[in-house]
Structures are given as structure tokens and as C-alpha cells.
């Protein structure tokens, strides 16, 4: 197989092969480490189109790899930005590829040293991602895990619940600068569209957010680490009302609040670890939930 390639930026007409040499990688990876991935990739393609499509539009940097024979894919790297945020959000190289220095091409155009107050990627463990994370400045802080369970009825919430529109971005914005540091500006048009957009309030003031969709649930915040029990239960409730034979939660192992709950209702961790990165420690992560599935924070 030729190992020359040829680099160039990604359009949004690249997003469903980007995707299938994702799910090749991860597909691979997880059999090398005899886990069998049991993703059906066209279902779950059309979970994410949606999402993808977005950070087709909105990425910081999207370079892909060709192999010029034949002018496939053979490798897909993006970051984005939300101002001093700098995070890889997708990084693959297409298995037969691997481990010959292109992941270190790519890597070099989409997460370039220096750039980004704070550099953050979610990891795989895949041992050459992890080599490459490392070279570029980020450091393993946390485990993350998806949580999973089919959702039961819940206690009703202690905590007003309001089902938020567009104008109230400005509070989620505010939520999620005090528990992450940096609002995803970019992101919240696609979330109110794509998720119903919750406030949680005590007293009349917002003390948390959460995105919830039959496709994927998330970002949460909290302002106090307790108060993601009375979220979590809400979530619950809603997806069991949904109808959803499965719910997954993206969670920092860190937010120990959250994971001893969603353990006490039967949750599971489903799949392998991630790993959080970052060039340095920031924000705070025991009150927080990634949004999943688990791509971005
Ligand atoms: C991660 C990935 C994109 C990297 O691309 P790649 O072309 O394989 O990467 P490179 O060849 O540039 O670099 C691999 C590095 O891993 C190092 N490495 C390999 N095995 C290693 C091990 N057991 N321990 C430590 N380092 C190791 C190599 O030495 C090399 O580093 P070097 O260039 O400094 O010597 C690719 O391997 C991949 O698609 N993996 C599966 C999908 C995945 O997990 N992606 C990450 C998503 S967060």
C-alpha cells in the first residue's frame, strides 16, 4: 500500500468519508484491544450527521490525507476554538497507515504548538494517540467514561426546571464560563436547535443547564456539585418518557457526585475509558457532564 500522501483542508462535502475512516480507526483500534466495537456505522452516522456537519462549518482547522493512487482518505484530523479553547476534536488515521508519521502531520497543522489559552483534547487510549497527545503539550488529568443504562422514573426534581428558548443563551453562556471557563459560543445555535435546552433554577436563579435529545444529551452544568442529582433524575425521567431503551452520559471520573449516583440507578460504563487532556488544569470538572456522544467536551 503506498505510503505517500497528500495533505489538503477539509469541505463539508468531506464529512461522511471522514466519518467511515473514524469508524475504520476506531473500529480497528477496538479490535486490537478485543473489544468488539458494536457500532452499526449507519445508524450511528445518522445520530451524528447532524453534529458533524456543524463542525464541518465551524472547526478551528480541518486538514484530511489522501492517498494519491486512488484519492481515498487515508487520514482526518480537526480542532476547534471557543476563544482561548483550543481543543482536537477527531484524529485518525486509517488502519495500514498508522504508525508511519502521518498522525504527526496532521496533528501539526490542526493543534499547532503555542495555540490556545487552554489546550484540551478527550482521548482515546490508543497508545499512538496518546504518544502524539503528549508531544503536543497536553497531559492526562482524568479518565472519562460514557455512562449508560436504560432510564427508570425518577423522583420528580427539587429544582425548577424551565424549558429555555434562544434568549436565554446569555445564562447557559454565564453557566458554562464559571464551571468550564469558556462558553461555546459557536455551539449554542446548534444546540437549541438539535437538543431542548433546560435551566435548572432554585429560588429564580439558574444554578444549572443541561441539553437533552433522544440522540445525544448534554453539556450539563452545575453550579454546586449536589445539585447534578436533581438533574440527573430529571434527564432520567425525561428519557424514559422519551422512550429511549438506552441513555449515555459523558463523564469526567472526577465529578464524583455524578458517578456514585448514576452507579447507584443501575448505570453502567459502556465501552472504554477516555482520557481528559489539557496543557494545564482548569475549570471544574466534578460539576459537569460533556456532551455526548463522547467527541467534544
Ligand atoms: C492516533 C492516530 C491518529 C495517530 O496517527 P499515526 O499516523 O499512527 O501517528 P504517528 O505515526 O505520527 O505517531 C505515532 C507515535 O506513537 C508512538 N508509539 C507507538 N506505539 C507506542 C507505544 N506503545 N508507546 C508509546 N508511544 C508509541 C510512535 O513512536 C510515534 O511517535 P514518534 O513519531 O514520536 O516516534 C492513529 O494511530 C489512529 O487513527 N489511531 C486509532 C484512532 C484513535 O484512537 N484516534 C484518537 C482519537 S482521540
Redesign the pocket.
Known sequence: MSKDFRLRRGTPADSRAAFEL?IA??G??MTRQNHPMKIDAESFWKVLESYLSHLAVHAAEWWLAEDPSDRSLV?H?RSLERGGLFE?S??????G???????????DRVFPKGRGEVRV????N???????YY?AGTVARFPMATLSAAPKPAPSCELEVVAANPSDVAVFAELERAVVGYPRDADYPWLFREREALLYRRHGRAVGSAFFSKTGLGPVTSLEPADQRAILLDLENRAHAAGLEEMSLSVPMVNDVAVAHLFGRGFKIDGPL?FFMSNRAFGHFDRFLAFAPAIVL
Do not use: C, M, N
Open positions: 473514524s480507526a476506531v480497528d483500534l487520514g484530523a482536537l477527531e484524529f485518525f488515521v486509517r488502519p497507515f498508522q504508525a508511519s508519521g502521518l498522525g504527526k502531520q496532521l496533528i483534547i478527550i482521548a482515546t490508543d497508545v499512538r494517540a496518546l504518544a502524539r508531544a477516555q
